[in-house]
């Protein structure tokens, strides 16, 4: 590891635009299930993870507006 930045609150999943939106299910649903299934409960080296129950999807489906990637 060459550097690593604070952690971000709040921060999002972007995805680039001609993403499928089957991929795009398959990451969803990853970070939002990651450690609950049995056997996880002891994961550790994933703060972050604290956060993931905020995640939601765009009420419009819509593109972030922070820009195309």
Known sequence: MIWKSPL???DPIVWRKN???TTKDKVY???MNYGKNAGTENRTGTPWMGTVPRLQR???GADS???TV
């Open 8 to 10: 971000i609150p709040g």
């Open 58 to 60: 765009s009420a419009t």
């Open 29 to 31: 649903d990853f970070f």
């Open 19 to 21: 993403l499928s939106e």
């Open 65 to 67: 507006p922070a820009g």
